[in-house]
């Protein structure tokens, strides 16, 4: 089977430069409003909606997500709408280690999360270390195409420039990308790096080509519309699906901060894992509906 990935990027607007206008680099403090939007198919594509709020603050980084998704309630019922956790991920710098806790702000519980470092070059020779040889494919598996098109189209927003660089100091330096082609040959690997003993690799390597069309953006977007569009070739023939996905920041300010925000509240209670801190809810008269569907299964089954 061979799926092709065709993921058209459009930035719909850049900010108009001028000298009048402040640049957001100058700025300690930042706050970053953005919406995502999902639509296409398959239709139960989740999540549909997010919120997502960024503050930065020196070498400290706050966000926060909201998550909406629709799905059935039950297999063939109606269609609802949930609610993950309000969450938060606050990270901070200490030299080149980053630290980090996840919250759940619903439930005022956090866990401490092991985060990134620079790897030492001893590190960095061990993950290098020589894996059993697999078959190389003949031709590429994967497809990977992106499209960057400037439409023209300028608008002023936020009276700010576009070249913002959310990142805190400890972050990985980012990846500059060029039109033209690259390959890669990827494989899913169990067991640890170095790892000579005992077969490692749970699949023969997929080669993957990805190819840039036009100069990709890197400056800051504050509208973005990805189309990806996904051929898949089976026994019963060709389907192809769309999904779009459109992101827009509706907030920058650079205000004063309240450094608390990048503080674990004294009253939040502790957990071993982020898994603790997963779960769906959704509105009480869907549970309630829930809760009738499964009771009246129940007595069905009894008569």
């Given at each position: ?34 919406i ?42 109606p ?35 092991e ?29 990977h195409?992106t ?88 026994r ?17 300010s ?50």
């Amino acid at each position: 089977m061979i799926t092709f990935h065709r993921i058209a990027v459009v930035p719909a607007a850049v900010v108009l430069l001028g000298s009048a206008m402040p640049s957001v680099l100058e700025s300690t403090d930042l706050k970053i409003r953005t919406i995502q939007q999902n639509s296409g198919t398959p239709v139960a594509m989740n999540p549909r909606l997010e919120e997502r709020v960024v503050y930065l603050e020196g070498k400290r980084r706050r966000t926060e997500e909201r998550r909406e998704q629709r799905n059935s309630l039950w297999p063939g019922g109606p269609q609802v709408t949930f609610y993950e956790p309000h969450g938060a991920l606050i990270e901070s710098c200490d030299g080149d280690t980053k630290k980090a806790f996840s919250l759940n702000l619903d439930n005022r519980t956090f866990t401490p999360i092991e985060m990134s470092r620079r790897l030492t070059p001893e590190e960095i020779k061990a993950f290098q270390a020589p894996i059993p040889p697999k078959a190389e494919p003949t031709r590429p598996t994967v497809l990977h195409e992106t499209t960057t098109m400037d439409t023209g189209e300028r608008k002023q927003a936020f009276g700010y420039y576009i070249d913002l660089d959310t990142r805190i100091s400890c972050d990985p330096p980012r990846k500059e990308l060029g039109e033209g082609t690259t390959y890669a040959a990827v494989s899913v690997v169990i067991g640890t790096s170095g790892q000579t003993t005992g077969p490692i690799s749970a699949s023969n390597p997929s080669l993957v080509r990805t190819t840039y069309i036009g100069k990709p953006e890197t400056g800051f977007p504050i509208w973005r519309r990805t189309t990806i569009r996904n051929s898949v070739s089976t026994r019963a023939g060709n389907s192809e699906q769309v999904s779009v996905m459109e992101t827009e920041v509706t907030e920058l300010s650079a205000n004063p901060l309240d450094p608390n925000l990048f503080e674990v509240p004294t009253n939040f209670r502790s957990v071993l894992s982020p898994q603790a801190l997963l779960g769906l809810r959704v509105a009480w008269w869907a549970r309630w509906l829930a809760w009738g569907h499964y009771y009246w299964l129940r007595f069905r089954k009894r008569i």
